[in-house]
Every structure is written in structure tokens, then in C-alpha cells.
């Protein structure tokens, strides 16, 4: 964004939006975020919320938690975080690990994040539906969807596989590939 918005003629608008970007993502906390205007938290609020209600009412989010996210975490030190004294701590031992934190992940952030923190930005789209909202009704479904499974603990239920879009051909062959080598590299004796 820093190169691309001046050259369209937004370049006072880098650090504001490096700012409001901030809003989908766990990377930062909010509250360290510098926004003066009002109108540009209120637009994180809409942005945040958009994404993430985007992504947790995808029906084929649960499949991607286990086959896509669980690997991100893995590379990017999240499933396996160092701990104060160094020592690796496991967060998420596997993709299905992941699933079975996913049910409180996903009501954690509906009652902090998206009702509190974003001031329940997400009923704007409401007045387009007759006063529901699809998205959360989605949900809802995946989360009871997946309380199921975790009760009978029918992976196989889980048989959605979603298109990968990316440049190379077999990106998700390399990332389970970078994986592995994660953990070899994380796991074996010095």
C-alpha cells in the first residue's frame, strides 16, 4: 500500500489505511492503533467485521481451518510458539487439534470482537435481508455443524475441499512440504 495508493494519487492516506488494515488481523491489539478520526475506526469496525464474519460464514471455512490455516500457524510460529523461557509450547497440535478450539474461538469472537469491540457493525446489513443476517445465520450452522463432529468425532464429515487459488499450481502440496520441514527443523535434536 505504501508504494501503490501514491501512485494513484492517495499517498496521504498510507498511514491511515496501514492503520485501519490492522482491524482483520490478531497481529496488533486495537487499542495500540493511532486513529484520530473517529470515522476511521468506525471504518476498521465495518472492515474487521466484514472479514471476519466473510470467513467464518464460508462453508467450507472448517475444512479450511484444518487443511489451510493449520499450516499457516505451523509456519508462522503460532501452533508451536516459544514460550518466555525458550522452550517450544504446543498451541495446536494438528489441523483437527485446531477444529476442536475452533467452537470457542468462534463464540470468544463474536461476544469480544465482533459484539463489543466492533459495536456490532455487523447488523448494517441487516436492513438488506428483512432484518437477518445470512452471515451469522451461517455461522451458527457451521459451529452447531461442528459441535457435531467433535462429538462423534466423524472427521470424515469434514469432505468439503475447496479451490485453492493461487499462482503456483500445487501450493498446497508445497506448504504441507514447508511444513514438515517446520517441524523436522522444530523437533530434532541439535
Known amino acids: 500500500m505504501a508504494h501503490y495508493l501514491p501512485t494513484i494519487g492517495f499517498g496521504e492516506w498510507v498511514t491511515t489505511v496501514g492503520e485501519v488494515v490492522h482491524f482483520t488481523g490478531y497481529e496488533r491489539p486495537l487499542d495500540t492503533l493511532k ?72 463464540m470468544e469472537t463474536r461476544k469480544k470482537r465482533l459484539d463489543q469491540t466492533f459495536n456490532q457493525a455487523y447488523r448494517y446489513i441487516e436492513p438488506l435481508f428483512d432484518g437477518t443476517n445470512p452471515y451469522l445465520d451461517a455461522i451458527e450452522r457451521s459451529l452447531d455443524f461442528l ?39 522444530v523437533w530434532s535434536p541439535d
Open 35 to 106: 486513529l484520530a478520526d473517529p470515522r476511521d475506526v468506525k471504518l476498521g469496525h465495518l472492515l474487521g467485521t466484514a472479514d471476519m464474519i466473510a470467513q467464518m460464514a464460508d462453508r467450507c471455512y472448517l475444512e479450511k481451518c484444518r487443511d489451510r490455516l493449520y499450516p499457516e500457524f505451523v509456519l508462522g510460529g503460532v501452533a508451536l510458539p516459544l514460550s518466555a523461557n525458550g522452550d517450544r509450547a504446543i498451541k495446536y497440535a494438528s489441523g483437527l487439534d485446531l477444529l476442536r478450539q475452533t467452537p470457542e474461538f468462534m
Open 147 to 185: 459441535k457435531q463432529v467433535l462429538r462423534s468425532e466423524s472427521w470424515r464429515l469434514l469432505r468439503r475441499n475447496p479451490q485453492v487459488f493461487a499462482a503456483q499450481p500445487d501450493s498446497m502440496t508445497n506448504v504441507r512440504g514447508l511444513m514438515v520441514g517446520y517441524f523436522k527443523k
